[in-house]
């Protein structure tokens, strides 16, 4: 079983939509795949997803008040797909955001103790992957989900505001943490892929992460998206759509990151 989670400095870059998308291209291509909403700030799985939770929420489980099955909603039945898709929500009351943002250090060791139980119970269910949407920047919480994964895909956008904070994270964090990193930029304006603006990107990108850094591709801004007003996702709805072939490439290009696709029973 393989873990991903997407995270990002800023927010609005695409977590959700890309975390949602992949998982689904996963279960498409026959895995057995599980989306979990580890963004405390603003949880939204449910809302692509369009699903109207009620109980069964990450901070209940991450807390020990529920079990696995209790958080684990499975779509299959309701989408037509090689594998399976199963997602575990996030409670968006705003009460209860506030709540979980104020937990304290001792609460967040225990709950990456419970994250890594839940991958240790998914993994017994036989899980081919597990896509987790996370918090933007270093909160607690981002971080538990940076260290339980096997790979985090950095979301950026193509701006000083995104790309500055973005090389703060690699020092902080992925870097700190040992943990293998792999960049997708998105919403990326069509002209800066055209030459001669691409070169520069590149150049770009290329000084402020290195050479070494994994870059997984560039995903334009597709006003597709946004129209849908964040309650489709696409490559269940418009397999043809630019946005859905694009990003298929991309989750099929994540076996170049070292070993990420060698557990794997599926396709990557
Ligand atoms: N490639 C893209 N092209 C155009 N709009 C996008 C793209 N990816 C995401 N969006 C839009 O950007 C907004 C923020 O996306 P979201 O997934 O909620 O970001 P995050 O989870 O990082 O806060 C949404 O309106 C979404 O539809
Ligand atoms: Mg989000």
Redesign the pocket.
Same mark, same amino acid.
């Given at each position: 079983m393989k873990t991903l989670t997407l995270h990002s400095y800023k927010g609005g870059t695409g977590?959700?939509t890309l975390a949602a998308n992949i998982a689904a291209i996963l279960a498409q291509r026959g895995n057995k795949v599980a989306v979990l909403d580890l $963004?405390s700030w =603003?949880p =939204?799985l449910h809302t692509i997803f369009r699903i109207e939770p009620n109980s069964g929420f990450m901070h209940q489980y991450l807390s020990g008040s529920i079990d696995h099955r209790e958080l684990i909603t499975d779509l299959t039945p309701a989408l037509n797909l090689e594998g399976e898709l199963h997602v575990g929500v996030a409670d968006y009351h705003i009460d209860v955001i506030r709540e979980n943002l104020s937990k304290d250090r001792k609460w967040h060791m225990n709950a990456l103790s419970r994250l890594l139980h839940l991958k240790e119970e998914l993994r017994d269910e036989k899980f081919d992957y597990v896509v987790m $949407?996370s918090s933007p920047g270093i909160h607690s919480s981002t971080v538990n989900a940076v260290v339980a994964s096997d790979l985090t895909l950095v979301i950026c956008k193509i701006d000083n505001f995104d790309l500055d904070g973005t090389v703060q994270l690699m020092d902080v964090l992925y870097e700190r943490l040992d943990k293998e990193t792999a960049f997708l930029f998105n919403k990326v304006p069509p002209p800066m892929l055209e030459e001669p603006r691409r070169s520069q990107v590149e150049d770009i990108i290329e000084n402020a992460f290195g050479s070494d850094a994994v870059l997984m591709g560039f995903m334009e801004y597709y006003p597709e998206i946004p129209l849908s007003m964040g309650i489709e996702v696409h490559a269940l709805t418009s397999p043809d759509l630019k946005f859905t072939r694009n990003l298929k490439d991309i989750v099929s290009r994540l076996s170049i990151v070292s070993g990420y696709a060698e557990s794997a029973s599926g396709e990557c």
């Open positions: 977590r959700t $963004d =603003s =939204s $949407d």
